[in-house]
């Protein structure tokens, strides 16, 4: 073996030991090690001692080994790699055909304490209990309750899904028929969320670079879509869907506002003409080709910053920057500027705690992020919409290069319709598009209905309301409802307030 291919510890050992071969267990604890250094996995103590059962597997893969590999000689301790202190080798990963566990025997002690939450705050869905809140609609499961039984919380989880369900086995046996409609969703919620937390290597969490202009992306469906970007090709579902669930906030949007959307005024695009007036933002986000250069002489002017206003803004303020620098690939001659509003925009964001002070330069104290790409900036204010409305803040707004985006807004929630009460006429007045998105078609209706009785006749539907095709193929569980299930960005619609158009009269 040439010592150009070899680095200058292995070529210290004896030839012998380079050409025997490790032990299972040796092999195994090294590839252990390296999928746990990739993943974000919670400290543990030095002093925690692995389970019997695992102790005694390993303890049977070195015996393996060792029979094995007899001739192989250990190298000098001093030649030994040193182990951390905080390296858990003895936990044992979740594999992808051990990944389905009961919620209250989970390996992962955060699926454990999600099970004793949903059993503290969870009611039984069974007709006989009394109800213990208004049903929200009609799919709502708390509308069948008429019986004389007090409320109970759920206890026995379901052996079919892992996921406690009912009070007793009794009431899930009686209520099996309806349980089985979502059934093979809560299954697959489960499978999931253990592989989150298996310790594997994400290749789907890699993305690719900056898109060739000349490249077109094909912007049909998920797969099309990820074909042309050049994603690291993605050989299953689970994988799909861990990859959608982050990336379905910016394609969302880029599928709205590209030039080649899917959404097109053609039948079956839901598209409408006011829509087709409205998305200016296709021209502006593809300006042509302006011969600028780096010298003096090739100074051009350049558009101003696309002005994205994301309300109500909760885990999408929290994602990832390298997700968000997906939209911007999208566009190569276009700069953004994302903002974030909303009361809990600083969610799940502790590392930037305190939030910096208010300011004269910084009134509404803003947290600015502008060394994530040299054509993205994004600011988040933890303050609602209409106060920075009143203020003036944003103004003026400009329809060419402004668009509002509402990510599962609840407008028609009962517990947040209120707080859209004042912001929605807001919204109208400055006649740039809204994009809005819901949980389920029934959520999506909802706040459809909502806006139509809240401003009356004031508003323009730009997009008719339909699935989104960039959907997230990954299924989502409330916990204080099992039977809730939901995906992300489920349903697509878009409107912005009426515009009239002024005739002229002649005078005789």
Known sequence: MSSRRV???????????????????????????????????????????????NKRRLSSLESQGQRASSEYVAPPASQQPSQSPHEDNS??????????????????????????FMKQNAYCPHPAHAQTRQPIGPHDLEARKTGTHPPAHVRYECPDC????????????????????????????????????????FPEFEYPGPQLEEAQVNMTNWDTLLYTREFNAIDNERSLRQAT??????????????ELSPYNIQSGGRLTPEGLKSMTLRYTLHPPRSGAGMTVAGLRPNPPPTRLFILGARAESSLPREVWIQLVH????????????????????????????????????????DRISGQMKISTFVEYYHTLH????????????????????????????????????????????VICTGYTEYDMQRDIKWVHDTVGGEVDMLLEPGENRFRSLRWDLNDADPSDVSCGNFGLWAFRGKRYETTRKDVE
Request: hydrophobic share 35%; charged share 20%; glycine share 4%.
């Open 7 to 53: 680095c200058q510890r292995c070529s210290t050992l004896p030839a012998s030991i380079q050409r025997a071969p490790a032990p299972l267990s040796a092999r195994i604890a090294a590839k252990r090690c390296f999928t746990l250094s990739r993943t974000k996995q919670p400290s543990k103590s030095p002093s925690d001692n692995p389970p019997l059962q």
């Open 91 to 116: 936990r044992l990963l979740l594999k992808p055909d051990n990944l389905f566990h009961s919620f209250s025997n989970s390996p992962s002690p955060e699926i454990r304490r999600r099970a004793a």
């Open 162 to 201: 892992g996921i406690p369900v009912s009070c007793s086995y009794e009431h899930f046996a009686d209520d099996y028929e309806n349980h089985l409609d979502i059934c093979d969703q809560l299954r697959e919620i489960n499978e999931d969320d253990h592989d989150l937390r298996s310790g594997r290597f």
């Open 245 to 258: 669930r982050l990336l379905t906030y910016p394609i969302t949007i880029g599928s709205v506002i590209h």
């Open 330 to 369: 999208l566009f190569p001659r276009a700069i953004f500027h994302l903002i974030f509003i909303g009361p809990e925009s600083m969610a799940n964001r502790d590392a930037e705690f305190p939030l910096p002070p208010r300011t004269a330069s910084n009134p509404f104290g803003a947290v600015v992020e």
């Open 390 to 433: 009143a203020a003036g803040a944003f103004a003026p707004y400009d329809p060419y290069f402004d668009a509002f985006v509402l990510f599962h807004p609840g407008l028609g929630h009962p517990a947040s319709s209120h707080e859209w009460a004042e912001t929605i006429p807001q919204l109208l007045e400055t006649k740039v598009p």
